[in-house]
């Protein structure tokens, strides 16, 4: 899955075509499927965001346009009619350049998903206040899970969650209820810190997301599937103590 700053790597590149009213085809076929390229032919795009993990697309007219990436997903920024091979899901044409989306797969109008989201962790002024008030609201789940769950805070991808539970000194399977309101924040600090860094294309090593051994103290790294989705925490024993072993 595409980390959240790629997504809004993209957003940045996709900025070019805001402000302009957009020609818009869908040579894929699961791409017409979605019926998204004869709803937005011809509108002004307003802004694109990237929001969590979906790009949105905000049209004149109130139409809102998401698409989420999942593993295969990419789009490209063009001048108009470059050459291609293949098939995208979606062609956004501008007066110069072009956005192309290969491999969808999520592609649909929409505004009702994305109210859910909680604040993007990459926001301009990000809300860790109230980051910090939904992360609470499930005090029993461990912080290494939670911080995935993108209804409490949009935006944090496994690698990000990993090194910024790594740079606070907290164990993964720490529950989110035995952790002080200073602790948290230190946390989404550290979250926000790396991904910006990352994004304005500074990207520190990984200190230890698939790494063999904690670059701070020489312990070996520890790594174990966590949550329902059995993503793999990696922490280190020493500097992230209260670990379950
Ligand atoms: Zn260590």
């Known amino acids: ?22 020609e ?4 894929h076929p699961q791409g017409q499927a979605t019926g998204v390229a004869e709803q937005v032919d011809g509108r002004r795009l307003l802004a694109v965001d990237a929001v969590g993990k ?4 905000r049209f004149e007219g109130g139409l809102v346009l998401r698409s989420h990436l999942r593993v295969r997903g990419r789009w490209r920024v063009l001048p108009r009619g470059a050459p291609r091979s293949g098939r995208p899901w979606l062609v956004l044409r501008g007066a110069e350049r072009e956005a192309v989306l290969w491999n969808g797969p999520v592609l649909e109008l929409t505004t009702r998903r994305v109210r859910r989201l909680g604040p993007d962790v990459l926001a301009s002024e990000p809300d860790l206040d109230r980051m910090v008030e939904n992360l609470r609201r499930e005090p029993a789940r461990e912080i290494g899970d939670a911080l995935l ?3 409490q805070v949009a935006g944090i991808g496994n690698l990000w ?4 539970l790594w740079h606070a000194g907290v164990s993964p399977w720490r529950r989110v209820g035995e952790l002080s309101g200073a602790e948290l924040r230190g946390i989404l600090e550290h979250a926000v810190g790396l991904m910006r860094a990352s994004l304005d294309g500074d990207r520190e090593p990984r200190a230890i997301y698939r790494r063999p051994v ?3 103290c020489g312990a070996r790294i520890r790594a174990r599937g966590q949550g329902d989705d059995n993503r793999t925490s990696y922490w280190c024993p020493m500097c992230q103590p209260d670990a379950v072993s």
């Open 149 to 151: 769950d993108q209804r």
């Open 161 to 164: 969650k990993v090194e910024a």
């Open 1 to 22: 899955m595409p980390e959240g700053d790629s997504l809004h790597r993209a957003a940045r590149r996709l900025q070019v075509l805001v402000g302009e009213r957009l």
């Open 24 to 27: 818009a085809e869908s040579p």
């Open 214 to 216: 904690c670059p701070r």
């Open 54 to 57: 979906n790009l949105l697309f």
